[in-house]
């Protein structure tokens, strides 16, 4: 009920037995590192301890991992598109974890430099060509693009450029600016100009005419101005020759060749990626925690010949990791195990739940995780999430098939993701209830069987309640209590009733933790008026209820009412006073959310009835083709309606947590303990 | 009187509960839909997330259909009075999907930026349907003659539709905070808890209104 206990390790280590200190702590992902350089800041600290510095072998590893980091990556640009199978997607198997233990950061940083210069000797060699054919088929892609506008020019190309007396461009230049072109040209060159135009062509959602502009060399530099002012695309075509027409053909058949070229050493690389992939995810994982090791350091601070090192650890775990550090360092430690001596705030949090509580920390965490001296309402959320999940979902048959996704989710992804675990262990129990639920309510796909089969469940005894109308339990002539002027002949005021209590029921846990919280940390005044108070009134109305006196319910509303004014009063005058009589609403509205409960339970069997009816209404006034649609109907109808109300069922039962239930003792905000441990996905040590 | 046919009275009210309701839905989904469509174009593969988003200001719709076929079926049992308000209630309780459309549109847009914060935007987002349950809350109620007070089976029973109804607008002024508070908890995950607390705020008058309601079809007048 309460996050796991901290302590606070301190150790002053040899430095010589530093090294293997943090590793073992590494490996066994007890602690938490605590960040000194901020207390070493301080003069006094700094007269004995200065601060350490990552290790130096960092550096070399970031830049080892650079260099891996970009072969895997050329590795995953030449995979081809992975076809997952149906079979791998509903079973997906977590990756082959290789075995790769060494002793020091050293031997590690050798054996990555061996394996990147074995697979370097491979993969330079077709990397680099792979590359060298990508940019000349770049090259040819461009230079096709140019020549193809010239295709109706029957020219040699080899004489665009500058010759002996002429010189020769050629380019797009845009329709309306052509004969402003050829004006200019003439004037410039006094007339010794020639322009050969082709075919109007758009291009970038203009007409453009492809042109071959010869002049005489001299002018070449006023021409080039012209061109310029015009807004001429100048074609970069040099060093080639034949007709357009040639030449294109030439540049197809070269892309040809560039193109299954690519392909082969694509596949020749996709060979390598198949054999070194794996060990390469390995030793980059390898390098990624040698390197969390290395910085390591840097949270410690150091004399001349020991480090010390502070760490949290929870309670349960200090004395393991007391041993460990002491056999890591041979003795040459000494090693200290005291209470957290920092303010409640900063000392990480740790959720301590038994492991059929634990994977519902996520709803806790969702909203916030407690704060280290604060309760962990974990265990608390259980029971309430499920039952008011299955109250409002009340369906047998979408329950059982919310279990199958919940298993599919746990079992299967489970495997794999630690959140579909966690999910589906939830959206497991949520299915159940609401199996429960639905037979408690007859629900059956809504009113399938009745609509159907002509069976009815609630006149036969089989349900307890049918939300929507009477049963064969509670019926106008058999009603299950009267009271005053209400009745409660019918389903939907048995289950509003049900809701009411379930509501006021669950409010009064949360009271009661806020209050026994409370004066546990000796807050006795606050215990009495933010939850005595309400505690005292949901009593009165119990007891009221009991006995049938409506009057005792009254009074205690009002001397609650009166007590809010008071602590309004005290609080800021007779505004607040007046704000503090309007408490008793705040109060009621709580209690009323939980009628939601009811609402959504209609609100599945109403929608899944009206699915059934329009269903039943194709299958009996469409000839022939109805029966197919009515199933269609049914189908779709069902499917949204499970997923809509099994959605909403989850954040409303979410909702009634956060804020009516957490509202009464809980605030969260606590920093997450975040282990010194090695993530591997694909090694083992 | 015109209304001495009891089928005028519950085709207006199946009418309204529809119409209303699916007028709010189709606002609240369209705002939702329009930064849906922004996020998408970012980013593809957020089309599923904005489709969950989406879905939330639709519900309002539903429960007005739901609401709809209740009445059609209840036609002959019910009191007139009692489905017209039925429609009523649902129909304008049903608005209340223009502000969780606006609250969605906001979680849709922390969550494009942020994975994580997914479970909290959703929460948020569906705090202004809590009106509309309420809305048909009220009209189930009506509709199967739970409460019988001496008004329910008259022109009274009108007086809980318009209560729930009305004060379920609160809804748009809840989805206002609600989005707020959303950008709030996306900056910072420990706000979650005090803007619940913000939020919830407008839910007050929807609680008054469902108060005020029960209290009419109880019959209780001080």
């Given at each position: 009920m309460r996050p796991a206990r901290m302590n606070k390790i301190r150790a002053v280590i040899l430095d010589e037995k530093m090294d293997s200190v943090i590793r073992n702590l590494h490996e066994s992902g007890l602690v938490e590192l605590y960040d000194m350089s901020a207390k070493l800041e301080s003069p006094e600290w700094r007269a004995f301890l200065a601060p350490a510095t990552s290790a130096e072998y960092t550096r070399q590893i970031a830049t080892l991992m650079i260099k891996i980091g970009r072969i895997i990556d050329l590795f995953k640009s030449v995979k081809e598109e992975e076809k997952t199978s149906i079979k791998e997607l509903l079973n997906p198997q977590p990756p082959k974890k290789k075995k790769m233990s060494f002793s020091s950061a050293e031997e590690a940083i050798s054996y990555a430099e061996k394996v990147l210069s074995d697979v370097d000797r491979e993969v330079s060699e077709p990397s680099a060509k792979l590359t060298k054919l990508e940019n000349r088929k770049n090259e040819l892609n461009l230079l096709k693009e140019q020549v193809k506008y010239l295709q109706d020019f029957d020219v040699d190309l080899k004489c665009l450029g500058v010759g002996e007396f002429v010189y020769i461009v050629s380019g797009l230049i845009s329709k309306d600016k052509l004969s402003e072109l050829e004006k200019s040209l003439d004037d410039v060159t006094d007339g010794y100009c020639e322009i050969v135009k082709g075919n109007v062509v758009v291009s970038e959602?203009?007409?453009?005419?492809?042109?071959?502009?010869?002049?005489?060399?001299?002018?070449?530099?006023?021409?080039?101005?012209?061109?310029?002012?015009?807004?001429?695309?100048?074609?970069?075509?040099?060093?080639?020759?034949?007709?357009?027409?040639?030449?294109?053909?030439?540049?197809?058949?070269?892309l040809n060749n560039i193109t299954s070229e690519i392909e082969n050493i694509t596949s020749q690389l996709r060979k390598l990626a198949e054999k070194w992939e794996e060990e390469l995810l390995a030793v980059y994982e390898v390098l990624e925690i040698e390197k969390e090791r290395g910085d390591a350091y840097s949270l410690c601070g150091r004399t001349e010949r020991t480090y010390v090192l502070e760490a949290w650890v929870p309670q349960k775990y200090a004395e393991k990791a007391k041993e460990i550090i002491e056999n890591a360092a041979d003795g040459y430690a000494f090693v200290e195990i005291a209470e957290p001596d920092e303010p409640e705030e900063k000392i990480p949090v740790l959720l301590d739940n038994p492991k059929p509580i634990k994977p519902f920390e996520i709803l806790t965490e969702m909203f916030a995780p407690p704060k280290y001296n604060e309760v962990d309402p974990t265990l608390l959320i259980v029971p309430g999430f499920l039952m008011f999940y299955g109250i409002m979902l009340t369906d047998a048959v979408y329950g059982f098939l919310l279990t199958l996704v919940g298993l599919f989710l746990w079992k299967k992804m489970g495997k794999v993701s630690e959140g579909a675990y966690n999910l589906g262990y939830i959206l497991t129990l949520a299915g159940i209830a609401t199996v429960i639920a639905g037979l408690v309510t007859g629900g059956y796909l809504g009113d399938f069987l009745y609509q159907f089969l002509g069976f009815d469940v609630y006149k036969?005894?089989?349900?307890?309640?049918?939300?929507?109308?009477?049963?064969?339990?509670?019926?106008?002539?058999?009603?299950?209590?009267?009271?005053?002027?209400?009745?409660?002949?019918?389903?939907?005021?048995?289950?509003?009733?049900?809701?009411?209590?379930?509501?006021?029921?669950?409010?009064?846990?949360?009271?009661?933790?806020?209050?026994?919280?409370?004066?546990?940390?000796?807050?006795?005044?606050?215990?009495?008026?933010?939850?005595?108070?309400?505690?005292?009134?949901?009593?009165?109305?119990?007891?009221?209820?009991?006995?049938?006196?409506?009057?005792?319910?009254?009074?205690?509303?009002?001397?609650?009412?009166?007590?809010?004014?008071?602590?309004?009063?005290?609080?800021?005058?007779?505004?607040?006073?007046?704000?503090?009589?309007?408490?008793?609403?705040?109060?009621?509205?709580?209690?009323?959310?939980?009628?939601?409960?009811?609402?959504?339970?209609?609100?599945?069997?109403?929608?899944?009835?009206?699915?059934?009816?329009?269903?039943?209404?194709?299958?009996?006034?469409?000839?022939?083709?109805?029966?197919?649609?009515?199933?269609?109907?049914?189908?779709?109808?069902?499917?949204?309606?499970?997923?809509?109300?099994?959605?909403?069922?989850?954040?409303?039962?979410?909702?009634l947590h956060y804020v009516e239930f957490f509202g009464q003792f809980y605030e969260g905000g606590g920093k997450k303990f975040t282990p010194f441990k090695a993530k591997r996905e694909f090694t083992t040590p | 009187m015109v209304f001495e046919n009891p089928l005028i009275l519950g085709a207006i009210g199946a009418g309204l509960a529809v119409g209303i309701a699916g007028l709010g839905s189709g606002i609240g989904a369209g705002i939702t839909g329009a930064s849906g469509a922004g996020v998408v174009a970012e980013d593809p593969n957020k089309f599923g997330t904005a489709i969950v988003f989406q879905a939330l200001p639709q519900t309002q719709g539903l429960y007005g259909f739901l609401v709809a076929i209740l009445i059609l079926f209840v036609f002959t049992s019910a009191p007139a009075w009692a489905m017209l308000a039925a429609g009523i209630g649902t129909g304008l309780a049903g608005l209340s999907a223009i502000g969780q459309g606006i609250a969605s549109a906001a979680g849709l847009g922390a969550v494009a930026e942020d994975d994580s914060i997914f479970g909290k935007a959703m929460v948020f987002s569906v705090l202004p349907e809590t009106q509309a349950i309420y809305g048909l809350l009220v009209a189930i109620l009506l509709l199967v003659g739970v409460f019988s007070g001496p008004g329910v089976q008259e022109i009274a029973a009108l007086g809980a539709g318009l209560a729930v109804g009305f004060a379920g607008l609160s809804g748009i002024g809840q989805g206002i905070t609600a989005a707020g508070a959303i950008g709030a908890t996306a900056r910072d995950p420990d706000a979650m808890g005090k803007g619940l607390v913000l939020a919830v705020m407008p839910e007050t008058f929807a609680i008054f209104g469902l108060l005020i309601a029960i209290l009419i079809m109880l019959g209780i007048m001080f």
């Amino acid at each position: 009920m309460r996050p796991a206990r901290m302590n606070k390790i301190r150790a002053v280590i040899l430095d010589e037995k530093m090294d293997s200190v943090i590793r073992n702590l590494h490996e066994s992902g007890l602690v938490e590192l605590y960040d000194m350089s901020a207390k070493l800041e301080s003069p006094e600290w700094r007269a004995f301890l200065a601060p350490a510095t990552s290790a130096e072998y960092t550096r070399q590893i970031a830049t080892l991992m650079i260099k891996i980091g970009r072969i895997i990556d050329l590795f995953k640009s030449v995979k081809e598109e992975e076809k997952t199978s149906i079979k791998e997607l509903l079973n997906p198997q977590p990756p082959k974890k290789k075995k790769m233990s060494f002793s020091s950061a050293e031997e590690a940083i050798s054996y990555a430099e061996k394996v990147l210069s074995d697979v370097d000797r491979e993969v330079s060699e077709p990397s680099a060509k792979l590359t060298k054919l990508e940019n000349r088929k770049n090259e040819l892609n461009l230079l096709k693009e140019q020549v193809k506008y010239l295709q109706d020019f029957d020219v040699d190309l080899k004489c665009l450029g500058v010759g002996e007396f002429v010189y020769i461009v050629s380019g797009l230049i845009s329709k309306d600016k052509l004969s402003e072109l050829e004006k200019s040209l003439d004037d410039v060159t006094d007339g010794y100009c020639e322009i050969v135009k082709g075919n109007v062509v758009v291009s970038e959602n203009e007409e453009k005419v492809p042109v071959i502009i010869a002049v005489l060399k001299e002018y070449m530099d006023n021409v080039g101005a012209e061109l310029r002012k015009l807004g001429f695309e100048r074609f970069e075509i040099s060093n080639v020759e034949g007709t357009p027409k040639e030449l294109l053909s030439k540049i197809n058949q070269e892309l040809n060749n560039i193109t299954s070229e690519i392909e082969n050493i694509t596949s020749q690389l996709r060979k390598l990626a198949e054999k070194w992939e794996e060990e390469l995810l390995a030793v980059y994982e390898v390098l990624e925690i040698e390197k969390e090791r290395g910085d390591a350091y840097s949270l410690c601070g150091r004399t001349e010949r020991t480090y010390v090192l502070e760490a949290w650890v929870p309670q349960k775990y200090a004395e393991k990791a007391k041993e460990i550090i002491e056999n890591a360092a041979d003795g040459y430690a000494f090693v200290e195990i005291a209470e957290p001596d920092e303010p409640e705030e900063k000392i990480p949090v740790l959720l301590d739940n038994p492991k059929p509580i634990k994977p519902f920390e996520i709803l806790t965490e969702m909203f916030a995780p407690p704060k280290y001296n604060e309760v962990d309402p974990t265990l608390l959320i259980v029971p309430g999430f499920l039952m008011f999940y299955g109250i409002m979902l009340t369906d047998a048959v979408y329950g059982f098939l919310l279990t199958l996704v919940g298993l599919f989710l746990w079992k299967k992804m489970g495997k794999v993701s630690e959140g579909a675990y966690n999910l589906g262990y939830i959206l497991t129990l949520a299915g159940i209830a609401t199996v429960i639920a639905g037979l408690v309510t007859g629900g059956y796909l809504g009113d399938f069987l009745y609509q159907f089969l002509g069976f009815d469940v609630y006149k036969s005894g089989l349900a307890l309640v049918n939300p929507l109308g009477e049963s064969a339990y509670i019926s106008e002539a058999n009603p299950l209590f009267k009271m005053g002027n209400i009745t409660v002949n019918n389903g939907p005021m048995a289950i509003l009733i049900f809701s009411i209590v379930v509501g006021i029921l669950h409010l009064f846990i949360g009271l009661l933790v806020g209050f026994l919280e409370n004066i546990k940390r000796g807050n006795k005044k606050d215990a009495i008026l933010n939850q005595g108070l309400w505690l005292f009134l949901i009593l009165a109305i119990v007891v009221g209820v009991a006995i049938g006196n409506l009057t005792i319910i009254g009074a205690a509303v009002v001397l609650v009412i009166l007590v809010c004014m008071a602590k309004g009063f005290m609080n800021g005058g007779i505004m607040d006073a007046l704000l503090g009589a309007m408490d008793i609403t705040g109060f009621l509205g709580n209690v009323l959310s939980y009628a939601r409960l009811l609402a959504l339970c209609l609100a599945t069997g109403g929608l899944a009835m009206a699915v059934n009816i329009m269903a039943k209404l194709l299958w009996d006034s469409v000839p022939a083709v109805g029966i197919i649609l009515a199933i269609l109907m049914l189908l779709l109808g069902h499917t949204f309606n499970f997923v809509m109300n099994g959605l909403g069922s989850f954040i409303h039962s979410l909702r009634l947590h956060y804020v009516e239930f957490f509202g009464q003792f809980y605030e969260g905000g606590g920093k997450k303990f975040t282990p010194f441990k090695a993530k591997r996905e694909f090694t083992t040590p | 009187m015109v209304f001495e046919n009891p089928l005028i009275l519950g085709a207006i009210g199946a009418g309204l509960a529809v119409g209303i309701a699916g007028l709010g839905s189709g606002i609240g989904a369209g705002i939702t839909g329009a930064s849906g469509a922004g996020v998408v174009a970012e980013d593809p593969n957020k089309f599923g997330t904005a489709i969950v988003f989406q879905a939330l200001p639709q519900t309002q719709g539903l429960y007005g259909f739901l609401v709809a076929i209740l009445i059609l079926f209840v036609f002959t049992s019910a009191p007139a009075w009692a489905m017209l308000a039925a429609g009523i209630g649902t129909g304008l309780a049903g608005l209340s999907a223009i502000g969780q459309g606006i609250a969605s549109a906001a979680g849709l847009g922390a969550v494009a930026e942020d994975d994580s914060i997914f479970g909290k935007a959703m929460v948020f987002s569906v705090l202004p349907e809590t009106q509309a349950i309420y809305g048909l809350l009220v009209a189930i109620l009506l509709l199967v003659g739970v409460f019988s007070g001496p008004g329910v089976q008259e022109i009274a029973a009108l007086g809980a539709g318009l209560a729930v109804g009305f004060a379920g607008l609160s809804g748009i002024g809840q989805g206002i905070t609600a989005a707020g508070a959303i950008g709030a908890t996306a900056r910072d995950p420990d706000a979650m808890g005090k803007g619940l607390v913000l939020a919830v705020m407008p839910e007050t008058f929807a609680i008054f209104g469902l108060l005020i309601a029960i209290l009419i079809m109880l019959g209780i007048m001080f």
